[in-house]
């Protein structure tokens, strides 16, 4: 079964600052179907980035998807407060389940 | 603007059912598969199951082991979950999702609020 890793587990950083947040896959991702989702605290998630690279709409030019195959990459520039949340990353190729990797959590220092 | 409203969450023994509703709107129901994705509270999200526009394609996450069956009915834009056999392990927030394809492949664009499960004697 797909599993899908994220790094940090947490990742505390200052407003103005740029955050790289890391999902790697056990097995490649076909068609580099690899979501990225943020969750504000005590909010359901929302999409931000579709396609490993695709901003959703309403997503922040800020907000940058990079990657393919195994290893993806979630860059959030000119952090805000308003971005303290949890970042999950998602699978959704061929392969079923669509597993969710176990998360990363943003909070200012 | 796509809605998702969840229903029938609740306290429940373990061994016994529930059944999770969600009402659809604001998009054409049966062009999209529809999903189910739980999150025990404090903890990340889990996929639990996905359903295809026409409910030809069906799958569940393993931890499922018969005990969950998902359904739609496009005449009425909503999604089912019937939970049967629930354990306290099942305690978590139900999320109804949209799929972004008919056939469930693809991320999910947009989120219900969630409805809680609580299982527990």
């Known amino acids: 079964e797909f599993v899908l890793t994220q790094s940090p587990g947490t990742l505390s950083f200052s407003p103005g600052e740029r955050a790289t947040l890391s999902c790697r896959a056990s097995?490649?991702?076909?068609?580099?179907?690899l979501a990225w989702y943020q969750q504000r605290p005590a909010r359901a998630p929302r999409l931000l980035i579709y396609?490993?690279?695709n901003r959703a709409t309403g997503t922040p030019d800020r907000f940058s998807g990079s990657g393919s195959g195994t290893d993806f990459t979630l860059t959030i520039d000119r952090l805000e407060p308003e971005d303290v949340a949890f970042y999950y990353c998602?699978?959704?190729?061929?392969?079923?389940?669509?597993?969710f990797g176990q998360g990363t959590r943003l909070e200012i220092k | 603007e796509v809605q998702l409203v969840e229903s029938g969450g609740g306290l429940v023994q373990p061994g016994r059912s529930l059944r999770l509703s969600c009402a659809a709107s604001?998009?054409?129901?049966?062009?999209?598969?529809m999903s189910w994705v739980r999150q025990v509270p404090g903890k990340g999200l889990e996929w639990v199951t996905v359903?295809?526009?026409?409910?030809?394609?069906?799958a569940y996450a393993g931890f499922v082991e018969g005990r969950f069956t998902i359904s739609r009915d496009n005449a009425k834009n909503s999604l089912y979950l019937q939970m049967n056999s629930l354990r306290p392990e099942d305690t978590a927030s139900y999320f109804c999702?949209?799929?972004?394809?008919?056939?469930?492949?693809?991320?999910?664009?947009?989120w219900g609020q969630g409805t809680m499960v609580t299982v527990s004697a």
């Open positions: 097995q490649t991702v076909s068609g580099d179907s």
């Open positions: 359903i295809s526009w026409n409910s030809d394609l069906i």
């Open positions: 396609g490993a690279s």
């Open positions: 604001g998009f054409t129901f049966d062009d999209y598969a």
């Open positions: 998602q699978q959704s190729g061929n392969s079923l389940p669509h597993t």
């Open positions: 999702t949209k799929q972004e394809s008919a056939m469930g492949r693809g991320h999910i664009d947009a």
